[in-house]
């Protein structure tokens, strides 16, 4: 079958801008999706976490560059994973997205998170973020979506994460995703989960961290700590990539009435 998202006997990706270069297409979209998740990340969290919310995310981040963003993807795929020796990951059939994405958010809404340890949030969350990986609902940008709406997610149950750490390490974080997921029909169980919750450990204690730095600065203005204030206090030092002093902190909040 011909891929439709292809311009026809090439192997780019028909876009927004109408780039025929794969170069000229890969530094576009690094550009655009950079700037949109950005926003993302130092915005505030989503309202709800299902697979309508996930698509809404994908739309946000690639609206610039693809006009099916936000759109299952109507054809089967497969991608060369060098970690598995050029074998690709087995992602869901198309006609199973919708299905195998919801089953996946239905668990990660129903686990009782506050009761978790952090060693046993990163083991479970982990799981359920390869989980939904796995489905790769999207032509294109599934990583990108799926990490960031599963980090908007953990966040929402209190547990900060360094999601810049993911950033970072893009290619291990792809690698780690690939062999937490590396279960297949004919090859058997090959999955190793072990390389994907060492680097989420590591996020969620840099971001819990992170949260307890900024409590200790709202406790010194003499303001009450809350989850609201430190979410507020966060997303600001996100946006400016700048942790921020009692002092500024404490006309921030007075500022965005913030104060009792």
Not at 67 to 81: F, P, T, V
């Amino acid at each position: 079958m011909k891929d439709p998202y292809l311009y026809p006997h090439t192997d780019i990706l028909k876009n927004l801008a109408d780039i025929r270069d794969r170069e000229m297409l890969s530094c576009m979209e690094a550009e655009y999706t950079s700037i949109r998740l950005a926003e993302l990340v130092t915005g505030e969290s989503v309202s709800r976490f299902d697979f309508a919310a996930l698509c809404d995310m994908h739309h946000y981040i690639f609206q610039d560059i693809y006009e099916w963003a936000g759109k299952i993807r109507i054809i089967n795929i497969e991608k060369s994973e060098p970690a598995l020796g050029g074998i690709s990951i087995e992602y869901s059939d198309c006609f199973d997205i919708v299905k195998d994405a919801t089953f996946v958010l239905d668990k990660m809404n129903q686990c009782t998170w506050e009761k978790a340890s952090i060693d046993e949030v990163a083991e479970i969350f982990s799981k359920y973020l390869a989980e939904l990986w796995k489905v790769h609902p999207y032509r294109e940008g599934n990583t990108r979506t799926v990490i960031t709406f599963c980090s908007q997610f953990i966040e929402s149950k209190g547990f900060y994460i360094d999601s810049d750490l993911f950033k970072d390490h893009a290619q291990y974080m792809r690698t780690a995703l690939a062999a937490a997921t590396a279960l297949f029909s004919d090859l058997g169980d090959k999955r190793k989960p072990e390389y994907l919750e060492k680097i989420v450990l590591d996020a969620l204690e840099r971001g819990q961290e992170m949260k307890q730095r900024v409590s200790d600065v709202i406790k010194e203005t003499g303001l009450r700590v809350t989850e609201s204030r430190i979410r507020k206090i966060v997303y600001w030092n996100r946006l400016e990539r700048h942790e921020h002093g009692e002092q500024d902190v404490r006309l921030y909040l007075l500022q965005n009435r913030e104060c009792e």
